[in-house]
């Protein structure tokens, strides 16, 4: 196997009794990589993620972590790898600082202050390092989440949602601060439902849907192929879709949160145009649908908002 590979699954599986969580799925994250990993509520990411993190056992499958087995190569190749997983949870009437010293000890390290001023440093907090968690704003608690992520020097960092309930300054910092990690040569592996944020950060994708994968690829790459889908927007876009629907040139038109998208070939937009203004509608825009929250929404053929 490749050695710039640091995460591989191969037809992993995942059953609790009679539900299947994840079926077949195989990922390959290269080193170095922003890996966003995508899919509903109830998708699998989630099992997906314990299972990578040695929380759960694959009912059936096998996960490769720098090129070697997760399964016989446990204590090991976790400490090679931080992760946060939903909502950090911290002492809120300790200081930031004494929070990873603790941290740090239950993950079987003793706690090395110039590593915690390290990841302090990082996420820029060093500052307010020996002040209590409860003064810290969601976006600082957020960000001394991912500074525990990454005490022991990781090579694989695992984030979980690290932008929920956030405020879009949060959003940002958060931002900034993955793709920061990402220059250092950190790999970093991103579940997140916050679209136009992992368009923003993320070089490849995958998208899972009912615990098996949808699709897997660089993002700008898989965005460009959707080259003849194309957003417009009109008064009366129900019925302007059911129109487009009954012309044979037209391979499909469906309405996503009152834009209509349009399946058709570029050379056939002149013709859609006059169809449309004849016909008595008005027409504000058409552009081609290059945005990871369409392409997502395509992929699914489900109308999420």
Known sequence: MNNDIVLYTEHLTKRFKTVTAVEDLNLSVRRGDIFGFLGPNGSGKSTTIRMVLGLIKPTTGEIRLFNRSLKNNREDLLR??????????????LSA???LEILATLTHRHPDHLDIDRVLDIVALLNRADDKVKTYSQGMKQRLGVAQALLGNPELIILDEPTAGLDPEGIKEIRHLIIQLAQ??????LSSHILHEVEQMCRTMAIIDKGRLVVQGGVKHLLNSESDIFSVKVDRPE??????????????????????????KEQQIPVMTELLVQSGFHIFAIQPRRSLEDYFLSKLKADYV
């Not at 250092?184 to 592996?189: A, D, E, K």
């Open 239 to 264: 019925e302007a879709a059911d129109l487009l629907k009954t012309r044979e040139w037209v391979e499909s038109a469906k309405v996503l949160s009152g834009t209509i998208t349009v399946k058709i």
């Open 80 to 93: 090679k790898i931080g992760a946060l997983v939903e909502k950090p949870s911290f002492y809120n009437y």
């Open 97 to 99: 600082r004494r929070n």
């Open 184 to 189: 250092q040569g950190l790999t970093v592996f």
